[in-house]
């Protein structure tokens, strides 16, 4: 693939996003071509031969590629969230399947962590857990955690909480239209999960240090360079605060995980020698 095809690519996906985002109306009628455009484009951002033609592009015309970047991770991250929606609908319809997208997901889960265990005494706190809460529903069926989900779209926590009534019998998951600050759940979290999809995830980590203690684990899912048209990217963070303890690459999966905990001072090292 040359340059110029990169670039048509890039315009092609952006049309469709724009298009099928426009078309959603609460029901499943533009739900199948979504669910291929997203499969489409999963695949696109995780191809190792473009991932040469991406460097040959930002050498080139790197101000040109920052715009489109901007407009096709926020397209693409609103055609995901409805595509959740449709997921969700299909299922409280009878009617649920796993796309290739949703699997990638799943995957992506299984190594959210790291060597960060989770276990039945932990409590997770999911920041954007979406529609169809894949993660909330996955860690506590597996470990058996206390797991809440937080997300800003009221639509996406109704459909969230049918989506547990139907398939999270007996698993200890809430789903809150709250923020961060105001979720009890915080201060006592052992287990921090960010979305890739929101924009201001490292304003919230920033956010977090005062209120949350001092063993939490927090799990940032981003994506670089090619990964960054589907998600946002890794940011530094302030040193002071956050450490990062993990890097979790997973080359054929839609993002990697960044893993930070509370940034250990001097004083806090002599007070523990002590």
Same mark, same amino acid.
């Given at each position: 693939?040359? #340059?110029?095809?990169?670039?048509?690519?890039?315009?092609?996906?952006?049309?469709?996003?724009? #298009?099928?985002?426009?078309?959603?109306?609460?029901?499943?009628?533009?739900?199948?071509?979504?669910?291929? #455009?997203?499969?489409?484009?999963?695949?696109?951002?995780? +191809?190792?031969?473009?991932?040469?033609?991406?460097?040959?592009?930002?050498?080139?015309?790197?101000?040109?590629?920052?715009?489109?970047?901007?407009?096709?991770?926020?397209?693409?991250?609103?055609?995901?969230?409805? =595509?959740?929606?449709?997921?969700?609908?299909?299922?409280?319809?009878?009617?649920?399947?796993?796309?290739?997208?949703?699997?990638?997901?799943?995957?992506?889960?299984?190594?959210? %962590?790291?060597? %960060?265990?989770?276990?039945?005494?932990?409590? *997770?706190?999911?920041?954007?857990?979406?529609? %169809?809460?894949?993660?909330?529903?996955? #860690?506590?069926? $597996?470990?058996?955690?206390?797991?809440?989900?937080?997300?800003?779209?009221?639509?996406?926590?109704?459909?969230?909480? +049918?989506?547990?009534? $139907?398939?999270?019998?007996?698993?200890?998951?809430?789903?809150?239209?709250?923020?961060?600050?105001?979720?009890?759940?915080?201060?006592?979290?052992?287990?921090?999960?960010?979305?890739?999809?929101?924009?201001?995830?490292?304003?919230?980590?920033?956010?977090?240090?005062?209120?949350?203690?001092?063993?939490? *684990?927090?799990?940032?899912?981003?994506?670089?360079? !090619?990964?960054? !048209? %589907?998600?946002?990217? =890794?940011?530094?963070?302030?040193?002071?605060?956050?450490?990062?303890?993990?890097? *979790?690459?997973?080359?054929?999966?839609?993002?990697?995980?960044?893993?930070?905990?509370?940034?250990?001072?001097?004083?806090?090292?002599?007070?523990?020698?002590?």
């Amino acid at each position: 693939m040359e #340059i110029r095809q990169f670039y048509q690519q890039l315009a092609y996906f952006q049309e469709k996003f724009g #298009i099928l985002a426009e078309q959603y109306d609460g029901t499943l009628h533009p739900s199948t071509e979504l669910e291929t #455009i997203i499969d489409e484009y999963s695949t696109f951002v995780t +191809r190792e031969d473009y991932r040469k033609i991406w460097i040959e592009a930002v050498h080139q015309a790197p101000l040109e590629l920052l715009h489109k970047i901007e407009k096709l991770r926020s397209s693409s991250a609103l055609c995901v969230e409805i =595509m959740e929606k449709y997921r969700a609908l299909k299922l409280l319809k009878g009617a649920s399947e796993r796309t290739d997208y949703f699997h990638n997901i799943e995957a992506c889960i299984e190594k959210e %962590f790291g060597s %960060f265990h989770v276990t039945a005494d932990s409590k *997770v706190v999911m920041v954007g857990s979406g529609s %169809f809460p894949m993660t909330p529903l996955l #860690i506590a069926k $597996r470990t058996g955690a206390r797991v809440t989900g937080i997300d800003i779209d009221e639509e996406a926590i109704e459909l969230g909480r +049918r989506v547990i009534d $139907r398939l999270g019998d007996g698993l200890d998951i809430t789903l809150e239209q709250v923020t961060l600050e105001q979720l009890a759940a915080t201060r006592d979290a052992t287990h921090i999960i960010f979305s890739s999809t929101i924009p201001n995830k490292y304003e919230l980590l920033d956010q977090l240090h005062p209120i949350t203690q001092e063993q939490v *684990v927090v799990a940032m899912r981003y994506g670089d360079q !090619l990964k960054s !048209l %589907f998600n946002y990217p =890794m940011r530094e963070v302030d040193e002071h605060k956050w450490r990062l303890v993990q890097n *979790v690459i997973q080359p054929s999966h839609v993002f990697d995980i960044a893993l930070y905990q509370h940034a250990v001072s001097q004083a806090d090292n002599l007070r523990r020698s002590e």
